[in-house]
C-alpha cells in the first residue's frame, strides 16, 4: 500500500479562510468558476463521500474527468488526497483498450469520472469486470454509476488527517517510447505555517490537461501566486491569440507544439499581445527558432522555458530578465536541485560536452509503481538517469539536444534529431517537423524526416534540402523528407514517432555537391 494522505493545514484551505470569494479557476469555454471557498469546501463534501463508500487511505482513486469539465477535475483531486487516498489522473483522450491496460495496472477502489470517454465510450464498458473496484462514479448521470452529486455530503469541514504522509499521485508516463509506466509521485509536506498570499485575482492561462506532468504543476501554481487559473479545455492556436487579445492574461503557459502553432498563425504577428508580462513553455524541447520568432514579437513579455520530468518533477526554468542570452537552453537548475552531464560510462563531463542528462535533488525520491527492474534502472545511487541528451555551458544554463534512445547512428556518425529538426524550424514556412532514424542495408541508419508546411506553402522538400544543406553537415541532412499534412501524435499530444505514416511525399534531389540523395 502507497501511504497517501492529507497533511492537514494545506494552501488551499489557507488561502480559502484568507480570500474566500476570490475566484480560483475559470473555464474559458462556458465562463463557469469556482472560487477558493468553493473549490474548498468541495473537496471537503467529496472526500467524506469517498471515504463514506469505503475508499480507504492508500488505495487508489483514478480520476478520468475529461478537459471538457476542469473545475470538477480540480475538485476531484483535491478531494481525493483529502480523503487520504492515491491519485491516479488519467489522459481521457486515450482509447478504451489503453485505458483498460492502464486502470489493469494502477488497481483503483474507485474511478471519478465523466458520464463518457471522449470517444464516447460508457466508462461501464470501460472498467467491466476490474479486480478491487468499488466506486465508479460519474460527474453526470450514466447507467450503472454513481451520480457525483450522490457522493457530495453535506459537511464541507475537513475531513482530518486520513492517512501517513503527505500526498501521493500515481502519474503515468506518456508511452512514447513503449508501455506507459507509473510513477510514484510523492508531494513535498506542506508548511505548517504558509507564507500569506496577497490575492491581485491577475490571470493565468493555460490550456494543458491536468492530468499531464506540465498540467498538474499548474492546479496550485496560479493561486500560490495570488492569481485566478484560466483555463482553455481546446487550444487552437487562433482562438488562444484570441484570448490573450481580448481577456489580456498576466501570464500564459503553452507547451512547445502550441508555441510552434501560435507562430504560425497568419494573426500572430498583427496580434496585441502586450499584455502578457511572462510566457512560461515547458512539456518538451522547443526549437531555437521558435523562440526567436516569440521573442521578435513579444518584446515586453519575459519568454520563460522550463525542464521537467514525471519521475522528478521540475528541473530547470529561465531565470527572469536573461533578455535572449541563452536563447534556446532550458535555463538553470531550480533551488535544490542538481543536474550533472554523463558520458556512456557514466562518468561527468564537463561544460559543452554532450551527454546524458542525470537529475539529483532533494524532494521526496520518485519510482515506478510495480516496476522493481525498471526503478534500478532509471535511479541509480541517488540520481535519475533521465534518457534525455544535452550539455551544460559555462553559465551553468542546460540545453536539450535529444533523446538517447532517438540517437541516429548513420555510418558510424552520431546524429541528434533535435538538431536537424531545429535547422528545419529556422525555414519560415515549416510549421512542425519531426526527425528519426530509418533503416538502410549499407549504413545501418539514414536520415528520415516529415514536415508540416504553411497553409499555401509551395516549398517542396528539394527546397527544404538545400535550405538545410547551407547549414548542417552534409551527413545529418535527410535523405528521405516527407511533407505530410500533419504529424501522428500520441494521446498527449507528443509526436508518436513509431507511428510515422507516409503522407504527401517529394523527391529531393542533389543539392550542391553534398546535399541528400533522392527522398523516397
Same mark, same amino acid.
Given at each position: 500500500?502507497? +501511504? /497517501? &494522505?492529507?497533511? #492537514?493545514?494545506?494552501? $488551499? @484551505?489557507?488561502? !480559502?479562510? %484568507?480570500?474566500?470569494?476570490?475566484?480560483?479557476?475559470?473555464?474559458?469555454?462556458?465562463?463557469?468558476?469556482?472560487?477558493?471557498?468553493?473549490?474548498?469546501?468541495?473537496?471537503?463534501?467529496?472526500?467524506?463521500?469517498?471515504?463514506?463508500?469505503?475508499?480507504?487511505?492508500?488505495?487508489?482513486?483514478?480520476?478520468?474527468?475529461?478537459?471538457?469539465?476542469?473545475?470538477?477535475?480540480?475538485?476531484?483531486?483535491?478531494?481525493?488526497?483529502?480523503?487520504?487516498?492515491?491519485?491516479?489522473?488519467?489522459?481521457?483522450?486515450?482509447?478504451?483498450?489503453?485505458?483498460?491496460?492502464?486502470?489493469?495496472?494502477?488497481?483503483?477502489?474507485?474511478?471519478?469520472?465523466?458520464?463518457?470517454?471522449?470517444?464516447?465510450?460508457?466508462?461501464?464498458?470501460? +472498467? /467491466? &469486470?476490474?479486480? #478491487?473496484?468499488?466506486? $465508479? @462514479?460519474?460527474? !453526470?448521470? %450514466?447507467?450503472?454509476?454513481?451520480?457525483?452529486?450522490?457522493?457530495?455530503?453535506?459537511?464541507?469541514?475537513?475531513?482530518?488527517?486520513?492517512?501517513?504522509?503527505?500526498?501521493?499521485?500515481?502519474?503515468?508516463?506518456?508511452?512514447?517510447?513503449?508501455?506507459?509506466?507509473?510513477?510514484?509521485?510523492?508531494?513535498?509536506?506542506?508548511?505548517?505555517?504558509?507564507?500569506?498570499?496577497?490575492?491581485?485575482?491577475?490571470?493565468?492561462?493555460?490550456?494543458?490537461?491536468?492530468?499531464?506532468?506540465?498540467?498538474?504543476?499548474?492546479?496550485?501554481?496560479?493561486?500560490?501566486?495570488?492569481?485566478?487559473?484560466?483555463?482553455?479545455?481546446?487550444?487552437?492556436?487562433?482562438?488562444?491569440?484570441?484570448?490573450?487579445?481580448?481577456?489580456?492574461?498576466?501570464?500564459?503557459?503553452?507547451?512547445?507544439?502550441?508555441?510552434?502553432?501560435?507562430? !504560425?498563425?497568419?494573426?500572430?504577428?498583427?496580434?496585441?499581445?502586450?499584455?502578457?508580462?511572462?510566457?512560461?513553455?515547458?512539456?518538451?524541447?522547443?526549437?531555437?527558432?521558435?523562440?526567436?520568432?516569440?521573442?521578435?514579437?513579444?518584446?515586453?513579455?519575459?519568454?520563460?522555458?522550463?525542464?521537467?520530468?514525471?519521475?522528478?518533477?521540475?528541473?530547470?526554468?529561465?531565470?527572469?530578465?536573461?533578455?535572449?542570452?541563452?536563447?534556446?537552453?532550458?535555463?538553470?537548475?531550480?533551488?535544490?536541485?542538481?543536474?550533472?552531464?554523463?558520458?556512456?560510462?557514466?562518468?561527468?563531463?564537463?561544460?559543452?560536452?554532450?551527454?546524458?542528462?542525470?537529475?539529483?535533488?532533494?524532494?521526496?525520491?520518485?519510482?515506478?509503481?510495480?516496476?522493481?527492474?525498471?526503478?534500478?534502472?532509471?535511479?541509480?545511487?541517488?540520481?535519475?538517469?533521465?534518457?534525455?541528451?544535452?550539455?551544460?555551458?559555462?553559465?551553468?544554463?542546460?540545453?536539450?539536444?535529444?533523446?538517447?534512445?532517438?540517437?541516429?547512428?548513420?555510418?558510424?556518425?552520431?546524429?541528434?534529431?533535435?538538431?536537424?529538426?531545429?535547422?528545419?524550424?529556422?525555414?519560415?514556412?515549416?510549421?512542425?517537423?519531426?526527425?528519426?532514424?530509418?533503416?538502410?542495408?549499407?549504413?545501418?541508419?539514414?536520415?528520415?524526416?516529415?514536415?508540416?508546411?504553411?497553409?499555401?506553402?509551395?516549398?517542396?522538400?528539394?527546397?527544404?534540402?538545400?535550405?538545410?544543406?547551407?547549414?548542417?553537415?552534409?551527413?545529418?541532412?535527410?535523405?528521405?523528407?516527407?511533407?505530410?499534412?500533419?504529424?501522428?501524435?500520441?494521446?498527449?499530444?507528443?509526436?508518436?514517432?513509431?507511428?510515422?505514416?507516409?503522407?504527401?511525399?517529394?523527391?529531393?534531389?542533389?543539392?550542391?555537391?553534398?546535399?541528400?540523395?533522392?527522398?523516397?
Amino acid at each position: 500500500m502507497i +501511504a /497517501g &494522505g492529507w497533511a #492537514g493545514t494545506d494552501e $488551499l @484551505a489557507s488561502l !480559502a479562510a %484568507a480570500h474566500p470569494e476570490a475566484v480560483a479557476w475559470v473555464d474559458l469555454a462556458d465562463g463557469s468558476e469556482v472560487t477558493l471557498q468553493d473549490w474548498d469546501g468541495r473537496a471537503n463534501r467529496l472526500a467524506r463521500g469517498l471515504t463514506g463508500r469505503g475508499v480507504a487511505p492508500g488505495e487508489r482513486v483514478a480520476i478520468a474527468i475529461g478537459a471538457a469539465e476542469p473545475l470538477a477535475w480540480l475538485v476531484a483531486y483535491t478531494a481525493t488526497h483529502r480523503a487520504g487516498a492515491v491519485a491516479v489522473p488519467l489522459n481521457t483522450r486515450l482509447a478504451a483498450p489503453e485505458l483498460q491496460a492502464i486502470l489493469g495496472h494502477a488497481e483503483p477502489s474507485a474511478i471519478l469520472a465523466s458520464a463518457v470517454t471522449d470517444s464516447g465510450v460508457p466508462w461501464t464498458e470501460v +472498467a /467491466g &469486470g476490474l479486480p #478491487g473496484l468499488r466506486l $465508479l @462514479a460519474t460527474t !453526470a448521470p %450514466a447507467a450503472g454509476t454513481v451520480e457525483w452529486s450522490e457522493l457530495l455530503q453535506h459537511d464541507s469541514s475537513p475531513p482530518g488527517p486520513a492517512g501517513a504522509g503527505p500526498p501521493t499521485d500515481v502519474v503515468y508516463t506518456s508511452g512514447t517510447t513503449g508501455a506507459p509506466k507509473g510513477v510514484v509521485v510523492t508531494h513535498p509536506p506542506l508548511e505548517r505555517s504558509p507564507r500569506p498570499v496577497a490575492w491581485n485575482g491577475l490571470g493565468f492561462m493555460s490550456s494543458s490537461p491536468f492530468s499531464t506532468t506540465s498540467g498538474a504543476l499548474l492546479v496550485y501554481g496560479p493561486m500560490r501566486s495570488g492569481m485566478t487559473g484560466w483555463y482553455l479545455p481546446r487550444f487552437d492556436a487562433g482562438e488562444w491569440i484570441s484570448v490573450v487579445e481580448r481577456r489580456r492574461p498576466a501570464v500564459a503557459f503553452v507547451v512547445p507544439a502550441m508555441a510552434q502553432l501560435i507562430v !504560425a498563425h497568419p494573426r500572430f504577428v498583427r496580434a496585441d499581445l502586450s499584455g502578457l508580462a511572462a510566457l512560461t513553455i515547458g512539456g518538451a524541447p522547443i526549437a531555437p527558432a521558435t523562440l526567436e520568432r516569440l521573442g521578435a514579437h513579444l518584446t515586453r513579455t519575459d519568454i520563460l522555458v522550463g525542464y521537467g520530468l514525471t519521475e522528478f518533477g521540475a528541473v530547470t526554468r529561465s531565470p527572469s530578465g536573461d533578455a535572449g542570452r541563452h536563447l534556446g537552453s532550458v535555463g538553470r537548475p531550480l533551488p535544490g536541485v542538481e543536474v550533472r552531464i554523463v558520458d556512456r560510462d557514466g562518468n561527468a563531463v564537463g561544460p559543452g560536452v554532450e551527454g546524458e542528462i542525470t537529475v539529483a535533488g532533494d524532494g521526496p525520491g520518485r519510482c515506478y509503481f510495480k516496476e522493481d527492474t525498471a526503478t534500478a534502472d532509471t535511479w541509480r545511487h541517488g540520481w535519475l538517469y533521465s534518457g534525455d541528451l544535452g550539455r551544460l555551458d559555462d553559465d551553468g544554463f542546460l540545453w536539450i539536444t535529444g533523446r538517447t534512445k532517438d540517437l541516429i547512428i548513420r555510418g558510424g556518425h552520431n546524429i541528434a534529431p533535435g538538431e536537424v529538426e531545429n535547422a528545419l524550424f529556422a525555414h519560415p514556412d515549416v510549421v512542425e517537423a519531426v526527425v528519426a532514424g530509418i533503416p538502410h542495408d549499407v549504413l545501418g541508419e539514414d536520415v528520415g524526416a516529415w514536415v508540416v508546411l504553411r497553409a499555401g506553402s509551395e516549398t517542396t522538400a528539394a527546397d527544404l534540402g538545400a535550405f538545410l544543406a547551407a547549414r548542417l553537415a552534409d551527413y545529418k541532412v535527410p535523405r528521405r523528407l516527407r511533407i505530410v499534412d500533419e504529424l501522428p501524435r500520441n494521446a498527449s499530444g507528443k509526436v508518436a514517432k513509431h507511428q510515422l505514416v507516409p503522407g504527401r511525399e517529394s523527391s529531393m534531389g542533389p543539392v550542391g555537391g553534398n546535399g541528400p540523395g533522392r527522398g523516397g
